[in-house]
């Protein structure tokens, strides 16, 4: 007679020597009827998946642009208030891209990249960039999990934080290499990829000084409008962080970036953007960090940028 028990067991045998696929296994162990995923194996499942789309560098991009945006879109995604910010930096400030991919705005903002090319509407913004003199140029340090090329040296102002996750690397270690950073932002960076978010914030707070400032690239908040040209032609379907979601535990489900808003110890500001939007991540000095634990309940659904993850909140 076929229980539940013997078909979870049948299912998850079938799966260990790969027989059924990862979903129809998965939905067996939870129980057949598409509940979460238990065990450690589907965990490093998803693991694996993540370090693929990491180490292949190209995010379903259709050309380089997924890892090779310079000042400009960086700008634009993250809005004035970071603009202003890049440009207050002097020497004595330390900066971080969470999420570098070949550098290219990393080392723009080292000064070592040459001239930048000036882009509308950051004109001026850019000009002010290319004039810096030393004493203006900040400490750079470079978050990315595999670069395309060997060209992009550490020095005295510029680190790598390469090679492996950000949430793997090790507290004393980002100490080291952040105690001092004050301002971090991504423009879909690690926040935007990471399977683990409650590690990497807890890891970033624990590293950087209490005052630091964290810009995302967060996308418009109704992820899925389509844009129409002028033309009329549809366009596809735009990014967002808000098309990730964390189910709560009692079950109301929240965009991502309406859960970190809930988070005890942290101050999540919405900065209006022109083309979307961004957060501004911050700490509340006056109230003690407490980021529950999320755990992934599907496979991310990679084929955009950035993925579509969703969460359940332990
Ligand atoms: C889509 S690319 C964007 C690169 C760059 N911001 C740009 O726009 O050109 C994502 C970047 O985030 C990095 N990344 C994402 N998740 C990461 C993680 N958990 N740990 C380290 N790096 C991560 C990737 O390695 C890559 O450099």
Redo the contacts with the bound molecule.
């Keep these: 007679m076929i229980t539940p028990h013997s078909r979870r067991r049948f299912f998850f045998l079938s799966f260990l020597i790969g027989l059924v696929p990862l979903t129809s296994a998965r939905e067996a162990v939870a129980g057949g009827g598409g509940g979460l995923p238990k065990g450690r194996s589907i965990q490093h499942r998803y693991r694996a998946q993540?370090i693929e789309l990491?180490g292949h560098?190209t995010?379903n991009?259709s050309n380089r642009?997924?890892?090779?945006?310079g000042a400009a879109?960086?700008f634009s995604s993250l809005g004035r208030r970071f603009v202003r910010r890049v440009l207050a930096a002097t020497s004595r400030h330390h900066v971080c891209?969470?999420?570098?991919?070949?550098c290219?705005?990393a080392t723009e903002l080292a000064g070592l990249g040459g001239r930048v090319i000036p882009e509308w509407p950051f004109e001026e913004a850019i000009k002010q960039l290319n004039d810096r003199e030393a004493s203006q140029i900040p400490h750079v340090s470079a978050?990315?999990?595999?670069m395309d090329h060997d060209y992009v040296h550490e020095g005295k102002k510029f680190q790598l934080?390469e090679g492996?996750?950000?949430?793997d690397i090790p507290p004393a270690k980002l100490k080291a290499k952040l105690g001092q950073t004050k301002l971090f932002f991504?423009?879909?960076?690690?926040l935007?990829?990471?399977h683990d978010p409650t590690k990497?914030l807890r890891k970033l707070c624990a590293a950087a000084p209490v005052d630091f400032e964290y810009f995302v690239e967060a996308g418009p908040r109704h992820w899925n409008v389509e844009r129409q040209t002028m033309s009329g032609d549809p366009k596809p379907p735009r990014s967002s962080l808000h098309s990730s979601t964390v189910k709560l535990r009692d079950g109301r489900v929240l965009t991502f970036p309406d859960w970190l808003r809930t988070v005890k110890g942290l101050k999540v500001t919405e900065l209006k953007v022109e083309n979307g939007g961004a957060l501004l991540i911050r700490r509340d000095p006056r109230v003690p960090l407490d980021i529950p634990k999320l755990r992934l309940i599907n496979p991310p659904d990679e084929s955009g940028?950035?993925p579509h993850r969703e969460f359940l909140e332990r």
């Design positions: 993540q990491l560098n995010f991009g642009k997924a890892v090779d945006r879109p960086y891209d969470m999420g570098a991919g070949n290219v705005f978050v990315t999990y595999k934080l492996r996750l950000f949430e991504e423009k879909w960076g690690v935007a990829y990471t990497v940028m950035p």
